[in-house]
């Protein structure tokens, strides 16, 4: 069974550009959670979609969204980039609200210059 | 909110030997999912080990347990038996029981890097 793959593993982008990130989960998976990891403020969740259906948000700005497709993929979308958005950008999937275990994707490098 | 503490920033020990990486959390809720996961060079998080709050019994899977103490809010996991593949950064984090909203939000603590030395 094939792991959670994230896709680019690494991304170099500008400040004020826009970034998109895309998530598989495993075959079978219906939720996808989002976390973003820095070294000053560890590991933060972004948000949470089950069934196309954002479930729950952090406390991240508005410039972060994502979304979920019928087939589970997920995608977040950072907009008009800052510094500080440079982070390893974690995806986790688990069967559903009452499945107890996520599993991590590998995460994609996002860095901003 | 929860909040999910862990002290140490790094640890080391000798290969072998046993150490103690602690955590402690902080919630309102009597219902709840710890886990302990591990992050190593290749930035993939793996679950080491999970504790649910009602079952008293700590969870034990091969060479890592944990003493999970409910009324203290303290989670630590114990590696015995440590070998150089269990350097990495370990990370302590709490999930909510709930069928609506969060089920999925883990709330993770700050990490110890743990190093293994021959």
């Known amino acids: 069974k094939a792991g959670v793959t994230q896709t680019p593993r690494y991304l170099i982008k500008t400040r004020g550009q826009q970034v998109t990130l895309s998530c598989s989960p495993i075959s079978g998976h219906r939720s996808v959670s989002w976390y973003q990891q820095t070294p000053g403020q560890g590991l933060q969740f972004l948000f949470e979609y089950f069934s196309e259906t954002q479930r729950n948000k952090g406390n991240f700005p508005g410039r972060f969204s994502g979304r979920q497709f019928s087939n589970s993929r997920s995608e977040m979308n950072v907009s008009t980039l800052e510094l500080g958005d440079s982070a390893l950008y974690l995806c986790a999937s688990s069967g559903g609200p009452l499945n107890t275990e996520a599993f991590f994707g590998q995460g994609t490098r996002l860095t901003v210059v | 909110a929860q909040t999910v503490t862990q002290s140490q920033p790094e640890m080391s020990v000798q290969e072998a030997e046993t150490v103690t990486l602690s955590c402690t959390y902080d919630t309102s809720e009597s219902d709840y999912y710890l886990f302990w996961y591990k992050q190593p060079p290749s930035r993939q998080m793996i679950l080491v080990i999970r504790?649910?709050?009602?079952?008293?019994q700590n969870a034990t899977e091969n060479r890592f347990s944990v003493n999970f103490q409910k009324a203290a809010k303290s989670f630590s996991l114990k590696i015995s038996d440590s070998q150089l593949g269990d350097a990495a950064m370990y990370f302590c984090a709490y999930r909510s029981v709930g069928v609506i909203q969060g089920a999925q939000k883990l709330v993770f603590g700050q990490g110890t890097r743990l190093t293994i030395n021959p």
């Open positions: 504790q649910e709050a009602y079952k008293q």
